[in-house]
T-cell receptor
C-alpha cells in the first residue's frame, strides 16, 4: 500500500496570508490527525478527523481549521498567518479501530 | 494531565555499539499504549516499536527493544549494534483511548541520536 502523502512538501507565505495543506491517508484508513512540529515544542496535536467529522481538537486558535472528505483525504487551513506558524505540519492516518498512527513526510511551512 | 518526558535532547553512539534512550511518562490511566517513532533527517516519521501497557513482556523488533517498567512509568528504547542509518530524532509517544474509537496521543520532545562512524 502507498503511504501517507502530503502536498505540498514546502511552502513559503507572508504574514496575513492563508494556506491550505493536503493529506491523503493510507488506503482504507479513515482517521486522519494533524500535528504541528517545531524545534522547541515537539509535536503538538491540532485535530483529528474520522468519517468527515472532527473527533478531537488540540489547543490551537480558531485560525487553524480542517476538514475531511468522503474519500478520507483531509485538508488543513491556516488563516491570517503569523511568523510563529512556521513549522513542519505532519499528517498521520490510522485504520478503523487501530491504535497506531502512520505519518506522512510533512509540509514545511515558512512564514515571512 | 498526561505528560511524556525525554530527558536526553541529544546523544551519540559509535557504530556497532548499544545505546539506550530514556522516556518517562505520567498518567493515571491503566490501559494505554507506548510507542517509539524515528524521524530521520528526511523527516518521514517511522514507527519503531509499540508496547501495550497490559503486556508485561517487553516488545522487540530486530535490533530495537524496550524496557517497559509500568510501576516506574518508564519506557526506554535500546538500540543494539547501532548503524549509521539509525541517526535520527527519536520520539516517545503515549496513547490512550479518549472516547469510543478516539485516541489521544502525546509526544515527548524527542532525542536526537547521532551514530558515529
Amino acid at each position: 500500500k502507498a503511504g501517507v502523502t502530503q502536498t505540498p512538501r514546502y511552502l513559503i507565505k507572508t504574514r496575513g496570508q492563508q494556506v491550505t495543506l493536503s493529506c491523503s491517508p493510507i488506503s482504507g484508513h479513515r482517521s486522519v490527525s494533524w500535528y504541528q512540529q517545531t524545534p522547541g515544542q515537539g509535536l503538538q496535536f491540532l485535530f483529528e478527523y474520522f468519517s468527515e467529522t472532527q473527533r478531537n481538537k488540540g489547543n490551537f486558535p480558531g485560525r487553524f481549521s480542517g476538514r475531511q472528505f468522503s474519500n478520507s483525504r483531509s485538508e488543513m487551513n491556516v488563516s491570517t498567518l503569523e511568523l510563529g506558524d512556521s513549522a513542519l505540519y505532519l499528517c498521520a492516518s490510522s485504520p478503523v479501530g487501530g491504535d497506531t498512527q502512520y505519518f506522512g513526510p510533512g509540509t514545511r511551512l515558512t512564514v515571512l | 494531565a498526561q505528560t511524556v518526558t525525554q530527558s536526553q535532547p541529544e546523544m551519540s553512539v559509535q557504530e556497532a555499539e548499544t545505546v539506550t534512550l530514556s522516556c518517562t511518562y505520567d498518567t493515571s490511566e491503566n490501559n494505554y499504549y507506548l510507542f517509539w517513532y524515528k524521524q530521520p533527517p528526511s523527516r518521514q516519521m517511522i514507527l519503531v516499536i509499540r508496547q501495550e501497557a497490559y503486556k508485561q513482556q517487553n516488545a522487540t523488533e530486530n535490533r530495537f527493544s524496550v524496557n517497559f517498567q509500568k510501576a516506574a512509568k518508564s519506557f526506554s528504547l535500546k538500540i543494539s549494534d547501532s548503524q549509521l542509518g539509525d541517526t535520527a530524532m527519536y520520539f516517545c509517544a503515549f496513547m490512550t483511548r479518549v472516547t469510543s474509537g478516539t485516541y489521544k496521543y502525546i509526544f515527548g520532545t524527542g532525542t536526537r541520536l547521532k551514530v558515529l562512524a
